[in-house]
């Protein structure tokens, strides 16, 4: 059974840039067919969907996120980065790594980011 484990910075400042990592386990990141998600949940708010990137590389993100995203991986570690720009307090949320580009399969335990000055 895959699981995910994100880990990263739980406050960052305005203007600056949020990094997350993913680690996975029990299942290559490049096995053929499986996609992996970046999905957040503001207080009292909906889930809401980042972005994906493919099990051959490929990447896709929402629109309304995609100027200040970007998703990538490393092969060696197995592992995914989520990197949003220019934070604002809006981009407080409790964030995912999960299975599966929208649906989704399996979640990780997620990771609080608070943005505060």
């Known amino acids: 059974q895959v699981q995910l484990h994100e880990s990263g910075p739980n406050l960052v400042k305005p203007s600056q840039t949020l990094s997350l990592i993913c680690t996975v386990s029990?299942?290559?990141?490049?096995?053929?067919?499986?996609?992996w998600s970046w999905v957040r949940q503001p207080p009292g708010k909906e889930l809401e969907w980042i972005g994906g990137?493919?099990?051959?590389?490929?990447?896709y993100y929402s629109p309304s996120l995609k100027s200040r995203t970007s998703i990538s991986r490393d092969t060696s570690k197995n592992s995914l980065t989520l990197q949003l720009n220019s934070v604002t307090p809006e981009d407080t949320a409790v964030y995912y790594c999960?299975?599966?580009?929208?649906?989704?399969?399996?979640w990780g335990q997620g990771t609080q980011v608070t943005v505060y000055s």
């Open positions: 999960a299975v599966g580009m929208p649906p989704i399969d399996d």
């Open positions: 029990g299942g290559s990141i490049t096995k053929n067919g499986h996609h």
């Open positions: 990137i493919g099990y051959d590389g490929s990447t």
